[in-house]
C-alpha cells in the first residue's frame, strides 16, 4: 500500500502495485483457507463450494474464456450487440445499477461455471490436472 503513493495501484494497465497487492490478497486468502480446510479439519458442506472449483480448475478457466467469446458469435437487439454486453446493459444493469450490477453480472458467471463444475462432479469427470489433499499427502 505504502507503494501506491508513488505508482498507483490501477487495474486497467495492470500496474506493478496492482499484480502485487492482489497476488498478496489471494495468497493471504489461499493460506488461510489451506490452514483451516487441511489442518483444522474444516472439511464439509461449507467448502463444497470451492471443491467444485479445485476438481476441474483448468476446464473451468478454459471454459470462463470460451464462453466469453461464444457471446461474441450471438448478435441481439436493433444494434446487433453481442451477447455478453447486452445481458449486462438489459439485465443487470437496470435491475442492479451500475457498480451492483457489475458485480451481480459477474458472480453470475463464476455460479454458471460452478454449476458446469457441479455437474461434472456429479458425473465424476475429473480433469487429469486434478489433485486431492490425499495426493499431496503421498508426494504424487
Do not use: C
Request: positive net charge; charged residues 10%.
Amino acid at each position: 500500500m505504502l507503494w501506491s503513493s508513488v505508482f498507483p495501484i490501477n487495474k486497467k494497465i495492470w500496474t506493478s502495485s496492482y499484480v502485487l497487492y492482489t497476488v498478496g490478497l489471494a495468497t493471504l486468502l489461499l493460506s488461510v483457507m489451506i490452514y483451516l480446510i487441511e489442518m483444522k479439519g474444516w472439511q464439509g458442506k461449507g467448502t463444497y463450494f470451492f471443491e467444485v472449483f479445485g476438481k476441474n480448475p483448468l476446464f473451468i478457466y478454459v471454459l470462463s474464456g470460451m464462453l466469453v467469446d461464444t457471446y461474441s458469435y450471438f448478435r441481439l437487439g436493433p444494434n446487433h450487440e453481442g451477447l455478453y454486453s447486452w445481458m449486462y446493459n438489459h439485465i443487470f444493469q437496470p435491475v442492479f445499477g451500475d457498480y451492483p450490477g457489475s458485480l451481480a453480472f459477474a458472480l453470475f458467471h463464476v455460479l454458471l461455471l460452478w454449476l458446469v463444475g457441479w455437474w461434472m462432479d456429479r458425473k465424476r469427470y475429473t480433469s487429469v490436472f486434478s489433485y486431492n489433499s490425499a495426493t499431496l499427502q503421498r508426494g504424487g
